[in-house]
């Protein structure tokens, strides 16, 4: 018999009742032990009675679940830093496993966590903290493992995923998609988190750490949230045979990291293209695996029940063998994180300027002088006076491209500069 | 150090030395183990000799390799049957583990090996013989473990998903793409393993007895390969918002399995309707989890050695904890397995029939008798004197449709039943 404690009941805690409930059968033939959640940590006494646990497994103090000698693993499913992170240490000093859903801890204090897991010899596993179902953390930190891995990019937020895929399908301004998206329950009242990127920067922080064995911070990411999208840039990104998608973005190369989450235009003949509505992805490119993409439900109360339970089973199997902290932390390097300005990429630029004879040539005059060379200019005439430039550049230095901006900015042709969106993955198109 | 014996050094196996070489200090860190090929066994000393080993690590015979007791693992890569499965059962007994690529043996010879691994407290990796560096094994038996796998579906064949995917962009017939596959090196001069399904129908078998428990073998899969797919049925599927695949099709209802492998026409919203070229995909769809997909290269030297590595650090890792056979055969149910007659779904049928008063109504009728139901007809008439009809059937027992057609073929109006196509994933559109 293996006993959990859980924290925290709310719609994940429930799904892995239910499916330690539902699937107790092939989980007692796949590890030789049954599972039995044995307390609670949660305020809402009626709702556990309701899923069937007796009134005195439900607690509302830590004490009785950490200092409960028969609790084998803790499954931590509170949010927030604190004070789940104090929750998760003691239980670890007491010898007790973890799994946890929790990627704003993680992002922020993964690396006490780790360390004492190292030091307590248990184990600490967090699939569910990345891309809710999908098998993102452990592939990578055991199928992949021969790879040095080059690539992670991830759509890791359904909320923004199905605000663009929405305005990409109906031309639809990004406001009256996220109402929309509120009014059926896709987005939250308070919207920031996710439509800022947020949500997605503490997801590829930790695949970046696993991938890069490296420990990437929240801080460590650039930040960009898609508010700035509109329908005139979707529609301009078909005519390119790009779609735009919320990236989050982790690369090495030459053995520095850049990590960043924007919006971006990918070609439509990209993985991550018809990666469409709430689901998420994370496309990895590896040096001997090549290119691999996986797919499936980033959230939800049973895709992220599957992750907690996976790694529940992963730990009992462990306890079997005597073989618990097998894999621990793997960021054994530390690689150095490149600012936004030092990188590198292909951007589209839409400007409006004043339809004057030689113009162009001043803008373009404009980028090389800031060594931005570009790679198509469409204009489009709107106004009877203004003409739309879409100019989509080589690659170029983030740096050398924010020069020319500041430059054109000052220019009495320059109307506005209406849009700035990194490209990537042009290599697939 | 980790000691290991390579059986076979072609494409695959250089692949392995040279993976194992180029990321040998991330290996390191990974596993804390230095990790050696210390033996071949190899014909071709003169491929050996290029890839640096010295003269005395080359082999032909088997029993220099078992009998080393420096050797820790075996990583066979020989392909067939035997004498691959008294090599690796040679070696287990010895106490050796064993990574393998080779589906052929595990679709055939699975339960011999893995009792062997049993008794014998070893490890027994394959996660290379289905979709090449695609994680497919290791998700179902790990992350995925939680769920009642309802559903696998692959596109596990290169060859013929670059035939199909030139067909449907090109317009091309079958036997002038598969020429040109021939000639570019993506189909074999013998094509007959891949075209007519085998291949596909191996890794099914093995996906299959992984993700419902239960062994199937290779003679349990009904198969049907892409020879009668033509560029007329493909023009079609394009009118009708469809896409033809061969897919490796495993599904488990009420504790009944059923394992196929066909051409079939699929949604073009299907995240396998956009699996394309050489690339294959695993759709595996679980009570929790709902639908996933993972998706790369199938095949090929480094995405292959990508698995093979990443089952040698599994097993170091094991090594490292003393936990070798944690994880071990998961076919601890027996459950039926259905007829191809006994399943249902939905049909795509094109036939010519004589454009006669009341063609329509006879052969309606002959569907109804058996009841088959249609969903839609589509007529489209061609020569002068015969009418071309598109029939889609809803969902019906194969065994009522056969009976409808072989009633039809015996009709006058009834020029010829051209093509018939199942239809998949519909629930999709």
């Given at each position: 018999m293996i006993n959990i404690g859980l924290l925290g009941c709310g719609t994940v805690g429930s799904g892995v009742v239910k499916l330690l409930e539902q699937n107790g059968e092939t989980i007692l033939k796949k590890t030789g032990k049954e599972i039995r959640i044995k307390k609670i940590l949660e305020r809402d006494v009626e709702k556990c009675l309701e899923l069937g646990f007796a009134e005195n497994c439900i607690t509302e103090d830590i004490k009785d679940i950490v200092d409960d000698p028969e609790i084998d693993i803790i499954v931590e499913l509170l949010g927030g830093i604190s004070p789940a992170d104090e929750f998760i240490i003691e239980a670890m000093e007491k010898g007790k496993h973890v799994v946890t859903a929790n990627k704003d801890l993680i992002a922020v204090k993964g690396q006490d966590i780790f360390d004492t897991a190292e030091n307590q010899k248990v184990d600490f596993y967090f699939e569910a903290s990345v891309a809710g179902g999908i098998p993102a953390v452990t592939p990578l930190k055991q199928s992949l493992a021969g790879n040095n891995i080059e690539e992670v990019i991830g759509i890791l937020n359904g909320t923004t995923n199905y605000i663009l895929t929405k305005m990409s399908r109906e031309g639809q301004d990004f406001d009256d998609v996220l109402k929309e998206a509120q009014d059926l329950g896709y987005a939250e009242a308070d919207p920031s988190s996710d439509v800022y990127g947020l949500d997605a920067a503490r997801k590829i922080a930790i695949l970046a750490s696993i991938a890069f064995n490296s420990r990437v911070m929240l801080d460590d990411v650039y930040v960009e949230g898609i508010t700035s999208i509109n329908a005139v840039d979707m529609e301009y990104a078909k005519e390119l045979g790009l779609e735009v998608k919320l990236l989050a973005i982790a690369k090495q190369e030459e053995g520095q990291i850049q990590v960043r989450v924007h919006p971006a235009f990918i070609p439509i003949?990209?993985?991550?293209?018809?990666?469409?509505?709430v689901y998420n992805a994370v496309f990895i490119k590896g040096d001997a695996v090549g290119d691999i993409m996986h797919y499936g439900s980033g959230a939800g109360q049973m895709p992220t029940a599957s992750a907690v339970v996976g790694d529940i089973i992963e730990i009992v199997r462990n306890k079997n063998y005597n073989s618990?902290?097998?894999?621990?932390?793997?960021?054994?390097d530390q690689k150095p994180i490149l600012n936004i300005n030092q990188l590198e990429g292909q951007f589209y630029i839409r400007m409006a300027v004043k339809d004057r004879p030689g113009a162009l040539a001043g803008i373009a005059g404009v980028f090389g002088n800031n060594n931005v060379s570009l790679s198509s200019v469409l204009q489009k005439t709107n106004d009877w006076d203004m003409a739309e430039l879409i100019l989509i550049t080589h690659n170029t230095s983030e740096q050398n491209l924010r020069d020319a901006l500041a430059v054109l900015k000052g220019m009495s042709i320059v109307g506005e500069i209406n849009n700035v969106i990194r490209l990537e993955g042009m290599d697939k198109k």
């Open positions: 003949e990209h993985p991550l293209a018809s990666v469409n509505g618990n902290a097998r894999i621990g932390c793997t960021c054994y």
